[in-house]
């Protein structure tokens, strides 16, 4: 399987490109962003794109690609609805339109969160731009695309949020991690586990075409611990 990564200087960037690595099924990375994610390995190569709106002289690249993980996002604090919706609406689409003109028959994953507006009719702005984000996706014509909506995504072997402030927050969050697993299951999630699931998603399908918390987590479940999956993916 080929992989082309979004984002993947991002905390959740890293950690999806990390499962992608360790992966033998996984023979080429191809990560698409406005800097270098700084990781040396033979599956990996890089395109700059200082412009996020406009492939034209770089999509002739992604040809033979079986599937594209969207990581790319900023946090919503501080920006008004045009700001962040030009951030998480057009980027996102600009790609993803791009993708699907060169290669349809991929797998498009979107990284988007718990209380996603579907509707884009609710209060909270944040959550109305990444409903509206996750409605565009799905209209589009790729083989197959799914909105993976995690709650708490725990780092994990490393990984780090680019933010000093997150950054600083997870490590100081990470001790309680077991605590808050045993006690809010349906709501947290490891970027070890994100990565597995979206890899799984990628292969085999998976039973929605939007995933929460839990869902993703069930997906990321070795085989022999998710007797369900396969029987739910086939269906779908």
């Given at each position: 399987?080929?992989?082309?990564?979004?984002?993947?200087?991002?905390?959740?960037?890293?950690?999806?490109?990390?499962?992608?690595?360790?992966?033998?099924?996984?023979?080429?990375?191809?990560?698409?962003?406005?800097?270098?994610?700084?990781?040396?390995?033979?599956?990996?190569?890089?395109?700059?794109?200082?412009?996020?709106?406009?492939?034209?002289?770089?999509?002739?690249?992604?040809?033979?690609?079986?599937?594209?993980?969207?990581?790319?996002?900023?946090?919503?604090?501080?920006?008004?609805?045009?700001?962040?919706?030009?951030?998480?609406?057009?980027?996102?689409?600009?790609?993803?339109?791009?993708?699907?003109?060169?290669?349809?028959?991929?797998?498009?994953?979107?990284?988007?969160?718990?209380?996603?507006?579907?509707?884009?009719?609710?209060?909270?702005?944040?959550?109305?731009?990444?409903?509206?984000?996750g409605n565009a996706l799905l209209a589009?014509?790729?083989?197959?695309?799914?909105?993976?909506?995690?709650?708490?995504?725990?780092p994990l072997h490393g990984v780090k949020?680019?933010?000093?402030?997150?950054?600083?927050?997870?490590?100081?969050?990470?001790?309680?991690?077991?605590?808050?697993?045993?006690?809010?299951?349906?709501?947290?999630?490891?970027?070890?586990?994100?990565?597995?699931?979206?890899?799984?998603?990628?292969?085999?399908?998976?039973?929605?075409?939007?995933?929460?918390?839990?869902?993703?987590?069930?997906?990321?479940k070795p085989p022999d611990q998710s007797?369900?999956?396969?029987?739910?993916?086939?269906?779908?």
């Open positions: 399987m080929k992989v082309i990564i979004f984002g993947a200087t991002g905390m959740v960037g890293q950690g999806v490109l990390r499962e992608c690595l360790r992966d033998p099924g996984v023979e080429c990375v191809l990560l698409i962003g406005r800097t270098r994610a700084g990781v040396t390995h033979p599956k990996v190569r890089e395109i700059i794109q200082a412009d996020l709106t406009d492939y034209s002289a770089t999509e002739n690249e992604w040809a033979g690609y079986d599937a594209c993980f969207f990581c790319l996002g900023v946090s919503s604090a501080g920006m008004n609805e045009a700001d962040y919706r030009r951030v998480t609406y057009d980027i996102t689409l600009a790609a993803a339109r791009a993708l699907v003109k060169v290669h349809s028959d991929m797998t498009f994953i979107y990284i988007s969160g718990t209380g996603t507006d579907s509707s884009e009719k609710g209060r909270s702005m944040w959550a109305r731009v990444k409903g509206a984000t589009l014509p790729f083989a197959a695309a799914y909105m993976f909506r995690p709650g708490y995504i725990q949020s680019k933010t000093k402030l997150y950054a600083a927050l997870y490590a100081v969050a990470a001790p309680m991690y077991p605590v808050l697993n045993a006690f809010f299951p349906k709501y947290v999630i490891t970027t070890e586990e994100l990565g597995r699931a979206m890899l799984v998603a990628a292969r085999n399908g998976a039973p929605k075409r939007v995933l929460e918390s839990a869902d993703i987590r069930e997906l990321a007797n369900d999956r396969a029987g739910a993916s086939a269906a779908g």
